[in-house]
């Protein structure tokens, strides 16, 4: 079964400084992973995905995420920080069965990041 | 384009009674999931459904059914609510080929006393 790990709870940055959100991922084969982003009190927003490709994935509102293979980890990257993007992050890992209309996604236990002004 | 929206926000039941969490998307995606949040724990699959008519268990389906009533429209029942069912319950939709990314409802808060 696959599992996906967020090693922090909570990320503290300063704004403007540059910003890293931890995932590593468990899976046999080629991984899909997924970053999602949660404000207070709303629903999961799709940030970026890594299917195939080039190792660094660019997303939504200046993230990115770099996919390592020998590391198994799919960090979540922004140059500059912003006191917005505080708010509730989820790595996510698709579903590798053969099912293909389940595709479900396990999810990380999610990291609180924190953009101080 | 709505997307994915959910009802009710929030819900207050008492142990032993039950209700129904709706959801529809207008996206014409044919697969539809529950999930439920709860602290510290990510997001855990309870029920999906790959098209109309057809549903299948998830990760955490005991004290839950669901009905896909046709394809915008995926309900998830809890027929005696538990103080152990109290989560945020989301629900996802995905277009089925070639589309990975799932998309997210805003959630309903459900409390159980």
């Known amino acids: 079964a696959q599992s996906v790990a967020q090693p922090e709870d909570q990320v503290n940055v300063a704004e403007g400084n540059p910003l890293t959100v931890k995932c590593t991922y468990s899976?046999?084969?080629?991984?899909?992973l997924f970053w999602y982003v949660q404000y207070p009190n709303r629903g999961l927003q799709f940030l970026l995905k890594?299917?195939?490709?080039?190792?660094l994935v660019k997303g939504s509102y200046g993230f990115e995420a770099e996919f390592n293979k020998s590391q198994t980890s799919f960090h979540l990257k922004k140059p500059s920080a912003l006191v917005s993007d505080s708010a509730l992050y989820f790595c996510?890992?698709?579903?590798?069965?053969?099912?293909?209309?389940?595709?479900?996604?396990?999810f990380g236990s999610g990291t609180r990041l924190q953009v101080q002004p | 384009n709505a997307g994915v929206t959910q009802t009710p926000k929030f819900q207050v039941l008492k142990t032993g009674q039950s209700m129904t969490l709706q959801c529809a998307q207008d996206m014409n995606h044919n697969s539809m999931y529950w999930y439920r949040q709860d602290p510290g724990m990510g997001l855990r699959l309870i029920y999906y459904s790959a098209s109309e008519g057809t549903t299948d268990k998830g990760e955490v389906p005991n004290g839950y059914n669901v009905s896909r009533l046709n394809k915008r429209e995926f309900s998830l029942r809890l027929e005696s609510a538990a103080p152990s069912q109290t989560s945020v319950y989301f629900c996802?939709?995905?277009?089925?080929?070639?589309?990975?990314?799932?998309?997210f409802g805003p959630g309903t808060r459900l409390l159980v006393l």
């Open positions: 890594y299917i195939t490709g080039d190792n």
């Open positions: 899976v046999s084969g080629n991984p899909y």
């Open positions: 996802a939709s995905r277009r089925l080929a070639g589309q990975e990314t799932q998309y």
């Open positions: 996510a890992v698709r579903d590798m069965g053969r099912d293909t209309g389940r595709r479900a996604l396990t």
